[in-house]
């Protein structure tokens, strides 16, 4: 057993938050284009009581580093926050604000990769003999270089040169030290194993109970994308059939924990899109008692029903809010630790799927939270669940 694991997060209650869409954004910008809308650090601030009062003990935050989109994954700057969220002083108060209410946070990372715009790949791609080169994945003879899958405007880094790594590190490093409780790490199937296992060292010996969840996802991936990859045996699995639950194994010794989608796939086959799905239940339960007798007990697998990639959960149950609920339950009941991903308590959905090869239709899991209309009964039934979890954990 891993004694490094931080034994907090067994009894975490997760809030995932996308910053620009959740408080403090003018409602009167169209969420349908992907632009800054106005969501900041000081909003998520002014719901402290909402969140606190919902029952959460956990918030993990999409990033706030300096970077050239609304999201927040396209980063210029990994040492400062972008002015579109905030500035170090309303870093440092949110930290005070939410530990003060027992409420840790986590911050979304993201290692893999910059955007375009970030001056040590401009300085790369602009001068062959700039000592960035090697931060990077260039070709020998032209400008092309390796990214986060094919997204041009988003170059990998080179983590397993020295300094390229070193200057990942020490920016989580940074952002640890400020306060932050952990990280939710972005890609983790890009860097390679050596790099995490590199991290992860780097950063409990800076707090052992810093914790450490990735997300090993490798939905619509194609197979020119492989190159970027940094899993084992990837070409052979390619064509053997990489399962998501062989990904979430090969981070059993160098994480906490990583966030399950196996769970996610199951809940949606055996509620979403069952007519009958309560006839499910018992081949639901089976189905994740076998999955978690494959992993270490103390190895985290945080369960969601929603996130900002793919469709929220009532969208795919039909709007059907009995799914909803059911799914809720289903997932609370479970041993590992649960995340509530911004609105679905409130029974936010959206009229449209969204399509990987559809530009920008991830926007519709990424609408502004609707404060001028929740749903109270909603809401007070997830907080009962919140509070009948807490009882019994």
């Known amino acids: ?11 975490a209650i997760v809030y995932h938050i996308f910053i620009d869409r959740f408080a403090g954004y003018d409602g009167n910008k169209n969420w349908y284009k992907p632009v800054f809308m106005g969501g900041s650090l000081k909003g998520i601030i002014s719901k402290v009581n909402y969140l606190s009062e919902l029952g959460i003990n956990t918030l993990w935050i999409s990033p706030f580093l ?39 946070i986590i911050l979304d990372f993201v290692p893999n990769h ?28 032209n400008k092309k270089y390796f990214t986060f899958l094919h997204f041009s405007e988003l170059p990998k880094f080179n983590l397993d040169y020295p300094e390229a790594r070193n200057y990942i590190i020490d920016a989580a490093i940074y952002w640890l030290s400020m306060g932050f409780d952990g990280f939710r790490l972005d890609h983790v199937v890009g860097p390679s194993h050596d790099f995490w296992k590199s991290f992860y060292s780097a950063i409990k010996q800076v707090n052992k109970e810093a914790v450490l969840i990735g997300e090993a996802w490798l939905e619509g991936i194609g197979f020119s994308d492989l190159k970027t990859l940094g899993i084992h045996r990837k070409y052979l699995r390619w064509f053997t059939g990489i399962h998501p639950q062989d990904i979430q194994l090969e981070y059993r010794e160098e994480l906490d924990g990583v966030l399950d989608f196996y ?29 978690y007798a494959k992993f270490q007990p103390d190895f985290y697998l945080p369960t969601f029903i929603d996130n900002h990639d793919m469709n929220r959960f009532l969208f795919d149950a039909g709007q059907n809010k009995e799914k909803l609920k059911d799914a809720l339950a289903f997932q609370f009941s479970l041993p590992q630790p649960p995340i509530l991903y911004y609105g679905t308590e409130t029974g936010l959905t959206h009229p449209k799927p969204v399509h990987g090869d559809v530009a920008f239709s991830d926007l519709q899991v990424r609408q502004p939270m609707p404060w001028h209309k929740l749903n109270r009964e909603m809401i007070n039934w997830v907080k009962q669940l919140i509070a009948n979890r807490k009882k019994h954990s």
């Not at 949110?94 to 209410?101: D, P």
Request: glycine share 2%; net charge positive; proline share 4%.
């Open 1 to 11: 057993m891993n004694s490094s694991h931080p034994k907090w997060f067994s009894k």
């Open 66 to 104: 300096k970077t050239s989109a609304y999201h927040g994954y396209h980063i210029t700057d990994f040492f400062q926050p972008d002015p579109h969220f905030g500035t170090v002083d309303d870093i440092r108060k949110l930290l005070e604000v939410f530990h003060q209410k027992n409420i840790r």
């Open 114 to 141: 910059c955007s375009v715009r970030h001056p040590y790949f401009q300085a790369a791609f602009n001068d062959r003999n700039s000592r960035y080169r090697k931060w990077f994945y260039f070709s020998r003879w």
């Open 263 to 291: 769970f996610r796939h199951r809940i949606t086959e055996f509620i979403a899109w069952k007519e009958n799905h309560k006839r499910y239940t018992d081949l639901l339960q089976h189905a994740m008692q076998t999955h």
